[in-house]
Each structure stands twice: as C-alpha cells, then as structure tokens.
C-alpha cells in the first residue's frame, strides 16, 4: 500500500482527490491535514511514499523548503512531492521546483496529476 499525504484547506478538494486517486491501478492510503501544526506532527510521525499539496491556499512551498531542509525530522525529507495549485503565473512552477517539489500540476488537469503519481509511485 502506498500513502499519500494531500495537503489543502479545502475540503472539497479533499474529497475530489479521493475519487481521482481511487481508480488508480496502484493500493492508496490517502491522509489529508489543514492546520499547519498538525501538518508538522504528521511529517515527524508517519513515513509517507508521496506528498500532494496545494500551494495557494495552504503555504506549500513553505511547508515543502521545511521538509527539504530537514525541520519536521527526516523521514520525509526525499519523500516526492506534487505541487498542485490553481495559481497560473510564469515562474510559479519554478518558484515550486525551487521550493523542493519534484513535478508541478496546474489544476483542474486530473489526467496530468494521476500520471505524475503513478510515475512517482513506481
């Protein structure tokens, strides 16, 4: 079983990321946290094969250049990362890359995010 770890202040958005992931040819455990301190505890805890996150409307390249430098403990540290955000600017992706994520995903394209996890998944 892989797990996932989705991070968003929206619920609905959650609830959306079950049904995509759900249909995938791969055994998901998907976690989902809001609150920026649960999100720290959860890191330090729970060993996670992916992290999706949002980047607009929870702080995910903060959260992400945190992980990466190691301040929520180490095992997540290499763990990869999906940005996935509604923000469409020319060097949000780069900023994203810079951040620590691994691949950049422009919401609403389902397709394009199902294919990235199961590339980072493998």
Not at 14 to 29: C, G, R, S, T, W
Not at 47 to 66: A, C, E, H, P, W
């Amino acid at each position: 079983m892989k797990r996932i770890l989705y991070l968003d202040l929206n619920r609905n958005n959650f609830l959306l990321m079950q049904v995509v992931l759900k249909n995938m040819p791969i055994d998901i455990e998907l976690t989902h946290k809001e609150e920026d301190k649960e999100i720290g505890q959860i890191l330090k805890q729970n060993k996670f094969d992916l992290i999706i996150s949002d980047t607009f409307s929870i702080r995910g390249q903060l959260i992400m250049k945190n992980l990466r430098a190691g301040n929520f403990g180490k095992i997540n540290c290499s763990t990869p990362a999906i940005a996935y955000t509604a923000i469409y600017c020319d060097n949000e992706e780069e900023k994203c890359k810079k951040a620590g994520f691994n691949e950049y995903v422009l919401m609403p394209d389902m397709p394009g995010l199902k294919q990235k996890v199961e590339a980072l998944l493998k």
